[in-house]
């Protein structure tokens, strides 16, 4: 169960490379919710990177959108963000 004051991603992506793993998150802007999200995995020793895509057409209009992406991780550390996001992320499919 996720805590309800936990950042809202809106659409989260996972790839395996022979580098390691990456995940790709996207977030609202305005929400500030990919700054906390990016200081939060930073602070857990995360390689994270962070830059606006612009506006974005949405199922709800034009949003001014966010992209996160924690990048080269090892089999380790992406198991145990996976276990860490069910906790500290909300997911969001609406939009």
Do not use: H
Request: charged share 30%; with cysteine; aromatic share 10%.
């Amino acid at each position: 169960m996720t805590n309800p004051t936990s950042p809202i991603c809106y659409l989260k992506m996972t790839f395996r490379y022979v580098s390691g793993y990456t995940q790709t998150e996207k977030y609202d802007t305005g929400g500030r919710d990919a700054r906390r999200r990016a200081s939060y995995l930073r602070k857990r020793g995360y390689q994270v990177k962070t830059w606006g895509m612009g506006e974005q057409v949405t199922n709800v209009g034009r949003i001014k959108m966010t992209e996160l992406r924690v990048e080269n991780m090892t089999e380790a550390q992406f198991d145990a963000l996976q276990d860490d996001d069910r906790i500290t992320l909300r997911v969001e499919r609406g939009v």
